[in-house]
Each structure stands twice: as structure tokens, then as C-alpha cells.
Antibody, heavy 119, light 107 residues
Framework: EVQLLESGGKLVQPGGSLRLSCVAS????????MAWVRQSPGKGLEWVSS????????SYADSVKGRFSISSDTSKNTLYLQMNNLRAEDTATYYC????????????WGQGTLVTVSS | EIVMTQSPATLSVSPGERATLSCRAS??????LAWYQQKPGQAPRLLVY???NRATGVPPRFSGSGSGTDFTLTISSLQSEDSAVYYC?????????FGGGTKAEIK
């Protein structure tokens, strides 16, 4: 059974930094691309960033480009999202999601971790 | 960026009736279209990908259709557990984009 467990979300001040983690289990981590998707309170879904299973292909939404950095540690089966220069509009539940083999839909999701950016 | 527009915003259907949800892309996404279901307090769940392929474990009452710019998710006989928000997502071009969602309510 695939399991994705996010952690690291908390209250942070504007301009601050935070690193989210997502530990994956139940499948071969390097075979599947992964992504971060966020959801502001009461709002819809927004794709944030994706990384290939090998880690050599990365994409970002324009809203986070230059501030967020996605990475993975294959020895720990863990996906990361380093978030710098946080803004109030980054407040959201952040989900890690596993992509379908060879494609972009997300077939497994974590439970989410809440990031609140406020002074 | 491809803009995904879903309609209606809210859908109220009696149990056992058919529910039809629409999704329109601002430009063609071919068949690179997925549907997700999200219940309150839960993560989204993949229902359909490739416009019409049901994901593993999804009941056959859920079906997807369409291609190009116009897509439909049909729930043939709405059950109480289908009360949720449904999102479409295009994955033909970066950035990946989602529609604003349709909330399906049980009458």
C-alpha cells in the first residue's frame, strides 16, 4: 500500500523559510515522479512543483519560482519542498502527490501539512 | 497557461439520479485530462485520467468523456457518499492547472 506522510508545516512570519518533507513507502520511489500541490483555506487546488523520479527534471509554478525549491533523497524515500521568502498568499495545506507511471495525473496523495504565513 | 473552467459551481441531485459535471479548457488538452474527488478534510482522490480511464478502485458509476476542450464527468446514479467537490486537471502543458471545482450535493 502506498503511503505518503508530510510534515514540517507550521506558523511562520512573512519573509521566513520552511522546509516540508514527505516520506514515501509502499512502492519503488525512484520509479515515479512526485509533486507538491497546495490548497488555500476554502479554495481550490494549485500545482506548485514537480520532480522526476531520478530528480533530473524539475518544474515550478510561476507563483513560487525563485522562492521554492523541490528536491528528493532517494536513500530516504523522501521528497522535500524548501520554501523561502514566504508570503501571506502561500498560506495553504500542502499535499505531496505521486504521479501515475509515465504521466502527470496524481494517483496517490498524502494527508497534507498546513503552512500558515502570518505576523 | 491553460485555464480550466468548471460548471456548474454547485450541483444538487437526488439520490439515484444522474449528475453531469462539465470542464472546459481554454485551449486543447487532447485527452490529457483528469478528474478528482475531494471530501471535507480529506486529500483529493483520482477518479479518471486520460479523459475516460477510471482509476483503480473507482466504482463504474463514475465515467469520463470528451476530448480537446470539452469534458464531462458523469455519475450515473448518485449515492450519498458521492457528496464532494470535484476538480478537473489538465496535464497536457506546463503549468499543470486545475479547474475551480464543482460541489455535488445530495438533495
Amino acid at each position: 500500500e502506498v503511503q505518503l506522510l508530510e510534515s514540517g508545516g507550521k506558523l511562520v512570519q512573512p519573509g521566513g523559510s520552511l522546509r516540508l518533507s514527505c516520506v514515501a513507502s509502499g512502492y519503488t520511489f525512484t520509479n515515479y515522479a512526485m509533486a507538491w500541490v497546495r490548497q488555500s483555506p476554502g479554495k481550490g487546488l494549485e500545482w506548485v512543483s514537480s520532480i522526476s523520479g531520478s530528480g533530473d527534471r524539475i518544474s515550478y509554478a510561476d507563483s513560487v519560482k525563485g522562492r521554492f525549491s523541490i528536491s528528493s533523497d532517494t536513500s530516504k524515500n523522501t521528497l522535500y519542498l524548501q520554501m523561502n521568502n514566504l508570503r501571506a498568499e502561500d498560506t495553504a495545506t500542502y499535499y505531496c502527490a505521486k504521479k501515475i507511471l509515465g504521466s502527470n495525473p496524481f494517483d496517490d496523495w498524502g494527508q497534507g501539512t498546513l503552512v500558515t504565513v502570518s505576523s | 497557461e491553460i485555464v480550466m473552467t468548471q460548471s456548474p459551481a454547485t450541483l444538487s441531485v437526488s439520490p439515484g439520479e444522474r449528475a453531469t459535471l462539465s470542464c472546459r479548457a481554454s485551449q486543447t488538452v487532447y485527452s490529457n485530462l483528469a478528474w478528482y474527488q475531494q471530501k471535507p478534510g480529506q486529500a483529493p482522490r483520482l477518479l479518471v485520467y486520460g479523459a475516460f480511464n477510471r482509476a483503480t478502485g473507482v466504482p463504474p458509476r463514475f465515467s469520463g468523456s470528451g476530448s480537446g476542450t470539452d469534458f464531462t464527468l458523469t455519475i450515473s446514479s448518485l449515492q450519498s457518499e458521492d457528496s464532494a467537490v470535484y476538480y478537473c486537471q489538465q496535464y497536457d502543458r506546463w503549468p499543470l492547472t486545475f479547474g475551480g471545482g464543482t460541489k455535488a450535493e445530495i438533495k
